[in-house]
């Protein structure tokens, strides 16, 4: 798996080359590289955003088709997950000063549509950490199936990938069920026979 993080580089960077390219507008250094059409900076901005949708995209059909172990995509969700928070924050706190000024709304909208793509990128591998602890059993259904859909919603992911990262690292319950059907003791190691069992073979 190591080898295929490098596939979640350019969506962990994503909301930060996004603040770089808004500072870059502003400033005017940008315009000067690209020219004086701004449209230029949300092409650029796009080419980045569909290479980090691929990338992401691929590494969930890895994670799925190679079968990666749950815990581990948990803990990844929820680096990237806490890495970006200063970048919502600044957003965050961009759009409440563009709020203000009737001037600079529109780049409130701009915020919020590009904090929707952002989330999109992440939320995939707190998907695929779902979907593989449910497979291994190691997270209960409830709990899968909650942080597979809040992944893609504002704050509750982070805090779901927090609990989903702890929950996932505990060990897989091992508890033995006894089947009175076939006397068998089943366990995740296998079927072994019960005492009960046992003790009925050696009076035969």
Known sequence: MKRYLILLLPGALFPYVFLFFLFGFFRGFLLDWIGENPLLLFLWLGIWFFVSLLANLAFFLLALGKQWAGKSLALISMVLKLIQIP??????L??????????LFAFVIVLFFFDCLTIL??????????????VEKRVSKGLCIANGILSFVFCADVVLAI?????????????PLYSKEDGYTVSLAGNTPSNKNSKLRKGE
């Open 87 to 92: 970048a919502y924050v600044t957003v965050f």
């Open 94 to 103: 961009l759009s409440c000063i563009f709020a203000i000024t009737i001037w």
């Open 121 to 134: 990128l992440t939320g995939f591998i707190g998907l695929a950490a779902s979907i593989r602890c449910a």
């Open 163 to 175: 609990i989903f990262s702890i929950k996932s690292r505990r060990p897989v319950s091992q508890q």
